[in-house]
């Protein structure tokens, strides 16, 4: 059947060929329509629209008048106490006996039940009324959840997202959890790109962070104690939406933000080793994003933000500490437990209490004012990481412990025990017995306090090619690689000289090379002389 469209092409097709000297009937054989059709083209009429049938019959028809009765009582019975399409069509089936089914009554509904709220003057149930925002003057905070492969490993971060409503410039940061420490964490970054804070409402939902609880059906609420004072340090002012699903809407700006943000760079899934290394990219996504139009503004995000930049108010001179200070106390496995997780400090502090300051994405463990030990924060609940480092102290007196050590394995799994320190173990152990060549290792392992990882494998690699197995030829093997790249690195011409075999330079040998000259000249005996010619005087006076 022609469509409309369709049959204004024809009379216009009718028209060209009469134009073009076609007479009636030639038209007729040449489009292959009715002489009708051809006389209502020339006459300058154009197509009337088909008339519309009229609806056909159902078996719902007899019911429709009870079932806006239904409709029409809803409008002032309770919320959760209206008719649903299951109860109107259980209705009709006990009180009207009526044949019908249910996808009748549902579709019905779908149609009529805002057609009943407009007659009853109640409007459409749900509108949106478009808003205009000032410049420096709005803002949208919230967090959204991604998916990372992380290490190899594939793991759920948050995202979080603050976008300002006049330019739609928008920060973005993603943390292990979403936590209090990264709400703050995510605050103080986006406010040090933007250059300044809103001098009006930010907006967010009720997120435990920042909300104790929720107070009624008002907008109060009550404010954890911290969101409070890093809000009055930063000057802000929290407009908090309505719970649930009911005020997504009114923060639609930023919570259509994290899902433009997440499938535009977030897909496919990045694959980074660290978050520090995924958040380097975000901030260079986020710069980019500024010669972006959103809709159909006709000028970018970052031409709005160059006239909203200057609005905002300046940044406070002293920065907020976004990290939550604890006071655990170490475990005899020298552990500490902070947030059901469990990290490793130097063992020398077994029974102590340590501060430790918790961030998004990173703890530091203090001992005093001293840092003693970080960490990046795990991901998972009840997990454990360990520094091999900081129970050498321990193993050195029970070496036999170190093989099947959880901190080993996770040393190894993060690449900081190579194939290089197992080799080498393996050879200490078979030439020196395991018990003593463990504690070869050890020593060897205690050198990267004081030497580079890389400088310690190299000295082990030149060691065990030279068949040297103790501490001391490793720790100068490590000393001449470090001077190796010193050198280098101060005369980039001088290039390291390279040997066919291996050689190792032992520990007295180099103290020896090493010693300044001995200038003194030699000693002299000759003093001595006198003594062998008083000598047989003596003999004969005693005679």
């Avoid at 024809?10 to 009715?34: F, N, T």
């Avoid at 996504?285 to 970052?302: E, F, L, M, Q, Y």
């Amino acid at each position: 059947m022609a469509s409309q469209a369709d049959k204004v092409a024809l009379y216009a097709a009718i028209r060209r060929e009469s134009r073009a000297g076609l007479s009636g009937r030639a038209i007729e054989r040449k489009l292959q329509v009715s002489r009708r059709t051809v006389a209502k083209a020339l006459a300058g009429d154009w197509p009337a629209p088909r008339k519309e049938l009229p609806p056909r019959s159902t078996r719902l028809d007899p019911y429709k008048s009870a079932i806006d009765e239904m409709l029409r009582a809803d409008l002032d019975a309770p919320k959760k106490q209206r008719h649903t399409a299951k109860r109107i069509f259980d209705r009709l089936v006990d009180e009207h006996a009526a044949e019908v089914s249910y996808q009748m009554v549902r579709a019905y509904l779908t149609r009529r039940r805002p057609e009943i709220r407009m007659e009853a003057g109640r409007g459409p149930q749900h509108a949106f009324v478009p808003q205009s925002h000032r410049p420096g003057a709005e803002a949208e905070a919230d967090f959204g959840e991604v998916t990372i492969r992380l290490a190899g490993e594939l793991v759920k971060c948050v995202l979080f997202s603050l976008r300002l409503s006049y330019s739609g410039k928008a920060v973005h940061r993603v943390f292990a959890s979403g936590g209090q420490e990264a709400f703050f964490e995510g605050h103080v970054h986006a406010f040090r790109v933007l250059g300044g804070v809103p001098f009006g409402k930010i907006r967010y939902d009720n997120l435990k962070a920042a909300v104790a609880q929720v107070l009624g059906f008002s907008r109060a609420r009550v404010e954890t104690p911290r969101w409070t004072a890093f809000r009055e340090h930063y000057g802000i002012e929290p407009f908090y939406c309505q719970p649930g699903k009911q005020g997504a809407h009114e923060k639609g700006g930023v919570e259509g933000d994290i899902g433009w943000f997440r499938r535009n760079h977030l897909v496919p899934v990045p694959q980074v080793a660290m978050l520090a290394e995924l958040n380097a990219l975000i901030d260079a996504w986020d710069a980019a994003d500024d010669a972006r139009r959103i809709g159909s503004r006709p000028r970018t995000i970052g031409d709005y933000f160059a006239i909203e930049q200057p609005l905002l108010k300046p940044l406070p001179d002293e920065a907020f500490e976004t990290g939550l200070l604890l006071s655990p106390r170490v475990d005899r496995y020298s552990q500490i437990n902070v947030r059901t997780n469990r990290y490793s400090v130097p063992a020398h502090l077994i029974g102590r209490q340590v501060r430790v300051m918790l961030h998004a994405s990173e703890l530091v463990v203090y001992d005093g004012r001293e840092e003693v030990a970080r960490h990046e924060r795990l991901l998972a609940k009840a997990g454990m990481r360990l520094e091999l480092d900081h129970y050498l102290e321990v193993l050195i007196r029970k070496p036999g412990a170190l093989p099947g050590a959880t901190a080993l394995e996770q040393a190894r799994a993060a690449g900081k025990f190579t194939p290089v320190h197992d080799r080498w173990w393996a050879a200490a152990c078979k030439a020196h017995g395991d018990r003593d060549g463990t504690r070869a290792l050890i020593e060897v392992l205690l050198l990267s306090r004081h030497l580079a990882q890389e400088h310690v494998v190299a000295g082990l690699a030149s060691a065990l090619a030279a068949g040297a197995l103790t501490a001391d030829a490793v720790a100068l093997e490590a000393r001449k690689a470090a001077e190796a790249d010193t050198t280098t690195e101060s005369n980039p011409a001088a290039q390291p000289e390279h040997h066919d075999r291996a050689s190792v330079t032992f520990l007295t040998e180099r103290r020896l090379a090493q010693l300044p000259p001995d200038t003194r000249p030699l000693p002299s005996v000759a003093i001595y002389d006198q003594l062998l010619r008083r000598r047989p005087h003596a003999q004969g006076d005693q005679q």
